[in-house]
């Protein structure tokens, strides 16, 4: 049985196994959830942000590097079907669980390439309307492109190089990262409490890269409820003229951290929309 199939699929055992929430359609359907800690790490807070803040309808492509379990495309893909989907997941039973249910629901629009986006499957890849980017890069060099990044230290190179590559690839990429190298806490890129500079360190790398900040999101607690809350216009405009260097300073002028969970390091992560081509 599918239900069955899935489980076996979501339960691997590799490294991010048992990481993403089932989608909602496919819980309702299938009666089939699997739990998530949404208090320490989980989608919905991220997935409601989406929904407000970016229009994944009107016959987009919509490309997802690092799917997982496809939780964001394949919702993405149910409540907008008249656009395309591709979920990049090197994973082969994460693609197949992904696979499994665009297959059993008869979701045309999905696609699921097993390619990993390094910096070579960058030119594999095909060019979207819009990229999601999810906690994949403070990767590179430890899961891949291992050859590329000799320490954490030679890390910013990489990822200029890399967003460089990936800029012909999309118009519009909603990101997020961790700070720790490879998820080690031993190898932070950025320390756990400078949340200054884990916004300055990506706006800087992207910058270099030659993208624009459209939006910047944080995380907080609104009556309790886990959410992100976008930064104002008029910050974001500051920060994007904030001369080279001085982007941190002016972070720490700007932008109130005081809300910025203390007990997940996973929330501590700020998203961010870039454009690649701003008019």
Known sequence: ????????????????????????????????????????RGDTARFNYLKAHT?????????????????????????????AFYAYEINPTHAGFIAEIADSFQMKNVTVNPLGIDMDGIQKMAVHDILLNYNVLHHAGVDFDTNRIESVEKYETYAVEYLTK???????MIFQMGYNWGGNKLKPIVPLQDDAEKMAFTLRIFKKAGWKVQDIALHTRVNKVLKYQALSQEVLQQLSQAPAGTEKEKIEKLVDFKEMPEFSEFYRRPIFTFCSNCE
Do not use: C
């Open 1 to 40: 049985m599918l239900k069955e199939r899935l489980t076996e699929l979501y339960n691997d055992g590799s490294k991010h196994s048992r990481y993403q929430n089932i989608p909602d359609f496919v819980k309702k359907e299938l009666e089939y959830t699997e739990t998530i800690d949404e208090n320490w």
């Open 55 to 83: 229009l994944f309808g009107q016959g987009k492509s919509i490309g997802e590097i690092g799917a997982n379990t496809g939780f964001f495309i394949l919702s993405l893909a149910h409540e907008n079907p008249d656009s």
């Open 166 to 172: 990936l800029r012909a690839k999309t118009h519009q």
